[in-house]
């Protein structure tokens, strides 16, 4: 039997006639489902009571506090779990990313999948990093895979932090920060908690996850702006206030701030501190690096980190690729007919007899073509070609690697 990985509604790791699948985003399959963690483009699966989710405690209750219903089929588990389903184990470990993030290692007799979620691999104010696990595959988001994503230290964005809000309030007015309810909000009262004297106050969203949070044992100060405590603060014009981010806060001399990842590439246009709960680029190749995967396979990336996984390859020199809907195997993808993909790399390789020189693929398309191979099975080559590192991959085509 083969260990197999693929993108199909969600990320599905099958061995044989069994698998499982991982924060799925529709409700086709028939395997055992994980859910991640709580924000909502991984956690679909609970959208549809009818089916066993297995997800942490405080995933759950999370989605209860931002109003989710019918949250039924929780099979609880937690950090360290190992959950036997026949010939498959899945064990459970910290991601770092929000409250009751995971990470799952799925194992096989064939070898280990990890799957990653969303992480971050540093020590945050209120996460400890994500652990790193050996494996065989590694499935890794890359949403700041671009190495123009590079987050200053948690401790000088918090003097930033700690800087701008205290100057604002001298002259006047309310620091107020646009961040997501679920993380960056818990990051910032904490900041706000230890670096400065002011009052904290949240809108309603991020006051519910604030409030779960401290039921976990963090000590997070902060009221919620209907209170009465609350809207005095907010008269008073001595305090700090969390907001999310597409919210249009009703108060007067506000100064807003946005608390994002994204700020890290801004510039100066607006106030925004670099404050993400996502890995930036040097932390995702550093989780590769201490996981020592055969293969590695991206998602969640965008137009600018799309080239991720061809920095894998460069620098650390382990076949990667994007995860589709393609299977991918310890080994390589899975083409279909293998015997026309053999030999049409076999004619690429005849074709291509000059290392070094770079090689267009729409000529290799054409030259293959006149041979009786589809562009498909052209295509489908070339990738097979570069993941065993025959050929090798550029901006502006591909190459014979050289000896």
């Not at 988001?141 to 994503?149: A, D, K, L, Q, V």
């Not at 993380?183 to 706000?192: D, H, P, R, T």
């Not at 065993?388 to 550029?394: A, C, D, Q, S």
Request: charged letters at 25%; a neutral charge.
């Amino acid at each position: 039997m083969e260990l197999k990985v693929r993108q199909l509604g969600g990320i599905l790791v099958e061995y044989g006639d069994q698998g499982v699948m991982l924060d799925p985003t529709r409700n086709t399959h028939s395997f055992p489902t994980f859910v991640s963690h709580a924000h909502a483009d991984h956690a679909s699966a609970f959208k549809h009571p009818e089916r066993e989710k297995y997800a942490t405690q405080e995933t759950y209750d999370l989605l209860n506090s931002m109003g989710w219903k019918k949250l039924d089929g929780l099979k609880k588990i937690k950090i360290g779990d190992k959950i036997k389903l026949d010939d498959i184990e899945v064990n459970v470990h910290n991601s770092g990313h929000v409250l009751g993030s995971v990470q799952f290692e799925v194992n096989t007799p064939e070898g280990t999948v990890l799957y990653t979620g969303d992480l971050y691999t540093e020590e945050t104010f209120t996460m400890d990093p994500a652990t790193p696990v050996d494996c065989d595959i590694l499935v890794i988001e890359t949403t700041f895979g671009s190495p123009m994503f590079q987050f200053p230290k948690r401790e000088d964005i918090a003097v930033e932090v700690y800087q701008w809000a205290v100057n604002t309030v001298l002259n006047g007015r309310i620091p107020a920060f646009k961040t997501d309810s679920i993380g960056n909000a818990q990051e910032v009262i904490s900041i706000l908690n230890q670096y400065t004297n002011l009052p904290v106050v949240t809108n309603k969203s991020a006051t519910r996850v604030t409030d779960l949070y401290r039921k976990n044992g963090y000590n997070l100060d902060s009221v919620d702006s209907e209170s009465d405590e609350g809207k005095e603060l907010l008269e008073s014009g001595k305090c700090a206030l969390i907001t999310p981010k597409g919210s249009k806060p009703k108060w007067e001399k506000l100064d807003i701030a946005l608390a994002s990842g994204w700020a890290a590439i801004m510039g100066r246009k607006r106030i925004a501190f670099p404050l993400s709960d996502h890995a930036d680029y040097r932390g995702l190749m550093s989780h590769i690096r201490k996981c020592k995967p055969k293969r590695v396979l991206t998602f969640h990336g965008g137009n600018m980190t799309k080239d991720f996984h061809n920095h894998v390859r460069k620098r650390l020199g382990i076949a990667a690729s994007p995860l589709t809907t393609r299977i991918e195997t310890i080994n390589g993808p899975k083409m279909s007919n293998e015997v026309r993909i053999r030999a049409c790399s076999k004619q690429i390789i005849n074709t291509i007899k000059i290392p070094g020189f770079v090689y267009q693929p729409s000529w290799l398309t054409t030259e293959m073509t006149r041979r009786g191979f589809s562009p498909s099975e052209t295509e489908n080559s070339i990738e097979y070609l570069i993941e065993r590192g025959i050929l090798k991959n550029t901006p502006e085509g591909v190459q014979l690697k050289q000896v």
